[in-house]
């Protein structure tokens, strides 16, 4: 209730300092200096409070219109444009009107975009929402007047992640390649007697260095398809507090049918699993709502997998997992179907720049986060028995295996 009294602090504290002023000192004295300026100042209050009441009624009632949209297909970290929910009325004198989003979180500036004012929204995370809730404020120009509320716009929308630079994924492809059907009469992996460019992640021991001395171009030999058998892989997000590069990773996965014909998808926080992009698209929405991994889960869907068949997982997880790691771990070591652990990280952040001889010798505190985070990350996953790796959202690239990393960035 305190956002509707038409007062900000320091029109409070203008308006305490103002009262005795008036009374003991201008009137006391009768010193005319001081009753003209506690005199001017409050009619000049008086008038911000009465202005900024008023363009507070007028935005009651334009709020009843229901003007503003729902971000539907809006994507995580990317701006989405809305038309205004009310008019902005930039002529009316000396008060103005903002506004920002309480649910969901989300960055929210007014902008003038093809010839009419619109709210540049940047969602903060995916999900699956029923409302916004906005908070308006209501000030004059000179701060001593404001008035704030909240308002509700009922509607369901969805959140899909941002994918962020993820768009060529060469080893997640390798995960899922082959043939359904192997000769039995030889190595089902195939021998390495074909060839193909290289790409981003493969291993430098394939390179056929002849070949790119006299072509320049990398080639690498891969086992020949008629010997590759294609497994039935499953999928699976383990969320996080910041999870949102390790769900990119499992939208490119689901988007770009990188799991081949028989692919299954699951994720923490919301039971069963999906076979189909929409459903599956909607359950990794709502995995929002769980920030903590369920290691029971986890176990539960891979031992279903295994029953039903399938003969590769991918699992793809946060680097913090809100200390539930060795949990976690201990819960896909002691899976039957072999798995490939994908860690998706959102790049360095961005630290401070060191001034002087400190930007030689000093490392920022950023970076230094980062390679802790890694360091430790390699020490939980050091005798898992399927690969491990590191994928960069920010840049989309493939970091490759996350031991080999960790001591590069030590």
């Not at 300092?17 to 009753?35: E, F, H, K, N, W």
């Not at 503003?68 to 000396?94: K, Q, T």
């Not at 394939?206 to 294609?230: D, G, S």
């Not at 499992?250 to 699993?273: A, H, K, N, S, Y």
Request: aromatic share 8%; glycine share 8%; proline share 7%.
């Amino acid at each position: 209730m305190l956002g509707w009294i038409p007062l900000s602090p320091l029109g409070f504290i203008c308006l305490a300092t103002a009262i005795p002023v008036m009374r003991y000192l201008a009137l006391g004295s009768q010193d005319m200096v001081l009753q003209a300026l506690c005199s001017g100042f409050l009619i000049v209050l008086a008038l911000v409070v009465v202005l900024v009441c008023l363009r507070t009624l007028t935005l009651l009632w334009q709020l009843r219109l229901e003007r503003g949209g729902l971000p539907h297909g809006a994507e995580a970290e990317r701006p989405y444009w809305l038309p205004c929910p009310v008019p902005l009325w930039s002529w009316f004198p000396f008060v103005q009107v903002s506004w920002h989003w309480l649910e969901p979180g989300a960055e929210v500036q007014l902008v003038r975009r093809e010839g009419a004012d619109q709210e540049e929204v940047v969602l903060a995370r995916r999900g699956f929402y029923r409302n916004i809730v906005r908070q308006y404020l209501v000030t004059d120009l000179l701060g001593l007047s404001r008035v704030r509320f909240s308002r509700t716009q009922k509607g369901d929308f969805q959140v899909i992640p941002g994918v962020g630079h993820l768009n060529q994924q060469p080893l997640l492809l390798r995960w899922s390649s082959g043939e359904d059907i192997s000769d039995p009469r030889g190595n089902p992996d195939g021998d390495r007697v074909d060839l193909r460019q290289y790409s981003r992640g493969d291993s430098p021991r394939t390179i056929l260095w002849k070949v790119f001395a006299r072509t320049r171009r990398l080639m690498v030999r891969v086992p020949e398809r008629a010997l590759a058998p294609r497994p039935k892989v499953c999928a699976y997000l383990v969320t996080g507090p910041r999870d949102e590069a390790a769900a990119a990773v499992c939208r490119v996965l689901i988007e770009g049918d990188m799991l081949g014909p028989d692919w299954r998808f699951g994720c923490d926080g919301t039971g069963g699993q999906d076979h189909q992009k929409q459903p599956a698209m909607e359950r990794l929405c709502r995995s929002a709502a769980s920030r903590e991994p369920q290691p029971s889960q986890v176990s539960a869907y891979l031992r279903q997998a295994e029953q039903d068949g399938y003969s590769q997982g991918i699992v793809v997880l946060p680097l913090d997992l809100a200390g539930r790691e060795v949990a976690v771990r201990d819960a896909l070591m002691a899976s039957r179907v072999p798995l490939q652990l994908c860690i998706a990280i959102d790049g360095q952040p961005a630290a401070q720049p060191q001034a002087g001889w400190k930007k030689w010798l000093v490392r920022p505190q950023a970076e230094q986060k980062l390679s802790e985070d890694l360091r430790r990350a390699a020490q939980l996953w050091r005798n898992f028995p399927g690969q491990v790796t590191l994928i960069d959202r920010r840049n989309g690239a493939l970091l490759g295996d996350l031991q080999v990393f960790a001591r590069r960035t030590a």
